[in-house]
């Protein structure tokens, strides 16, 4: 199975501060990476596909980034509502594998 | 809108079995598969499988493959889970998810709301 490292496990930010996430892949997956939220309470939502597309309705302060077989999300600018937890998920072959999640808290 | 509305939340005893429904609104329940997808308390997301929406055929994870069983009710749009013989570390929030296609690749688009399900004795 693919194996997929996510750093930092928990992260404090500032409000209007640059945030960024990453996740190491154990194999070359290609582009086929997605990036969730989870909302305390709430079920994930998909932010980005394909390692750096934005799905519907994200705003553009979220950003994907892939160096080879590093994955980075960028939050440009922190803002109140993006407080949560953070997946990555390799999409590149089964079975499916995500992340073990990054916790983004304000500072 | 798209919608996926699972069941209330659930409470066992070891042995006993449960089946939770993910009702789907929206789009055409047969154009995309359902997964399905663990969370135990505290931790991360694990993917369990899918089921073919049009084909009615599973598709299991590894750690899925014993007493799980997903199944559909097409003409109610509604997939299942079934988790038999329950154990302590069953206790989790189950959530099913549309695999939805983009670029060439599957990704979960849209989530329901999830059930707890809860054993104890």
């Known amino acids: 199975d693919i194996q997929m490292t996510q750093s930092p496990a928990s992260l404090s930010a500032s409000l209007e501060e640059i945030v960024t996430i990453t996740c190491q892949a154990s194999?070359?997956?290609?582009?086929?990476l997605a990036w969730y939220q989870q909302k305390p309470g709430k079920s994930p939502q998909l932010l980005i596909y394909?390692?750096?597309s934005l799905a519907d309705g994200v705003p553009s302060r979220f950003s994907g980034s892939r160096s080879g077989t590093q994955y980075s999300l960028k939050i440009s600018r922190l803002q109140v509502e993006d407080i949560g937890i953070y997946y990555c998920?390799?999409?590149?072959?089964?079975?499916?594998?995500f992340g073990a999640g990054t916790k983004l808290e304000l500072k | 809108q798209i919608q996926l509305v699972q069941s209330g939340p659930e409470l066992k005893k070891p042995g006993e079995s449960v089946k939770i429904s993910c009702k789907a609104s929206?789009?055409?329940?047969?154009?995309?598969?359902m997964n399905w997808v663990k969370q135990a308390p505290g931790n991360g997301l694990k993917w369990m499988g899918w089921?073919?929406?049009?084909?009615?055929?599973?598709t299991y994870a590894d750690d899925f493959k014993q007493r799980f069983v997903f199944s559909l009710e097409t003409s109610a749009s509604t997939a299942y889970l079934q988790i038999n013989n329950l154990n302590i570390e069953d206790t989790a929030t189950y959530f099913c998810?549309?695999?939805?296609?983009?670029?060439?690749?599957?990704?979960?688009?849209?989530w329901g709301q999830g059930v707890m399900v809860t054993v104890s004795s």
């Open positions: 998920q390799q999409a590149s072959s089964a079975p499916n594998t």
């Open positions: 998810t549309r695999w939805g296609y983009y670029d060439g690749s599957g990704y979960f688009d849209y």
């Open positions: 089921i073919n929406t049009q084909t009615g055929k599973p």
């Open positions: 929206g789009y055409t329940f047969t154009d995309y598969a």
């Open positions: 194999q070359d997956i290609g582009n086929w």
């Open positions: 394909g390692a750096t």
